[in-house]
């Protein structure tokens, strides 16, 4: 019987990671969609981020309907709790990073409404350059709690300082290019509320990693998963290796 219990456990977990996968799949799209229709001036993409952006909603409120009826079900308790609120702050963090997307693709439209002579694609530079980095480290974060790797999640957490060096050193450029020609200051400032949104989507991507090395050194001791670190989904001897299945996103397009 308590075995019974342990896989049906297991099973909840496995179906609220693959929900929460999929979310972040959702908002890596997101992004780069974003990123694609402020550099290729297209703002009918734009638009179709701002409109997906209800489904990054949709997603969050799902998983934490989810969590709630697994605690009022489960009544979890030390690790199995731990794993539940984790995978919850994980899908917080993701609905935060398409709340970034929308505005990207929000000031994206403001942008190419501009009708300044402004060298707006030289600006973009920066932007381009942010993305990758914040993408890469969104996908890090994501496969480190995909497979439970501690190692890696506390690599991706140390890699957000090099995102927060290229949005200072970024700013630096953006602040020199307006004081030599402060006409161009509305337009300046946007593109720093750009960059300083990708500059947040490192920082959950940070805390996606986070939470993955703080749960996992807690629950020291208990069996590995797939040789990559502590079993994420039960109690010590469980045996269940529900937690490393996973589904293969599609790749992506280049940002630019």
């Not at 709340?99 to 409404?113: D, Q, T, V």
């Amino acid at each position: 019987m308590e075995g019974h219990i342990v896989r049906t456990f297991d099973g909840d977990i496995l179906n609220l990671r693959m929900r929460v996968l999929a979310m972040g799949g959702l908002a890596i799209d997101q992004v780069q969609r974003a990123v694609q229709g402020l550099v290729r001036d297209d703002d009918d993409l734009s638009r179709e981020v701002i409109a997906r952006s209800a489904q990054m909603s949709g997603y969050s409120q799902a998983v934490d309907d989810e969590i709630i009826q697994l605690i009022a079900r489960r009544q979890p308790v030390a690790s199995d709790l731990r794993t539940v609120l984790t995978v919850g702050r994980v899908a917080s963090d993701l609905e935060r990073v398409g709340n970034a997307a929308r505005k990207i693709a929000r000031l994206s439209i403001e942008l190419h409404g501009v009708t300044e002579a402004v060298p707006v694609h030289k600006l973009y530079n920066d932007v381009r350059k942010m993305s990758r980095l914040a993408l890469a480290l969104l996908r890090e974060a994501l496969d480190a709690f995909d497979r439970v790797d501690v190692e890696a999640a506390q690599q991706t957490a140390r890699r957000d300082q090099e995102l927060d060096a290229e949005f200072q050193l970024a700013l630096r450029e953006l602040v020199t290019y307006v004081m030599e020609d402060p006409r161009h200051l509305r337009t300046t400032i946007q593109i720093v509320f750009l960059i300083k949104a990708l500059e947040r989507v490192g920082d959950h991507a940070r805390n996606i990693a986070t939470n993955v090395s703080r749960l996992v050194r807690r629950d020291e001791g208990a069996p590995a998963v797939n040789g990559a670190g502590p079993h994420l989904g039960s109690e010590p001897g469980a045996g269940s290796d529900a937690l490393a299945t996973r589904p293969d996103p599609a790749p992506a397009p280049r940002v630019g």
